[in-house]
């Protein structure tokens, strides 16, 4: 929850993809679902590059990242003041995963 710490959303989730592909497909799925199921306006942001993807749902932001960029930016860091544990490491993929 950001309560007390911004007014532009009640809520923030941070989520990674492992490539610009998967993110961009994860964000248009979830602006799909989230205007089909909540019947609420979604604005998306970053869908060509698709490093980083922000989805404003209202009173819910998603950041979607590649995992190297979400490490880089680490919003949890800023927006918990402090408080929140560090962004989980870059995982590194072989041709089996």
């Excluded at 532009?8 to 989730?13: C, N, R, S, T």
Aim: aromatic content about 10%; glycine content about 4%; proline content about 9%.
């Amino acid at each position: 929850p950001l309560a007390g710490k911004t007014s532009i959303a009640d809520y923030m989730v941070i989520a990674s993809g492992r490539s610009t592909r998967q993110v961009a497909s994860m964000a248009q799925k979830l602006a799909e679902r989230i205007k089909a199921e909540f019947k609420r306006p979604v604005k998306i942001e970053g869908l060509p590059t698709a490093d980083w993807v922000l989805i404003d749902a209202t009173d819910v932001i998603v950041h979607l990242f590649r995992p190297e960029v979400r490490s880089f930016y680490n919003l949890e860091r800023m927006w918990a003041f402090g408080d929140a544990p560090a962004p989980p490491p870059v995982p590194t993929f072989t041709d089996e995963d």
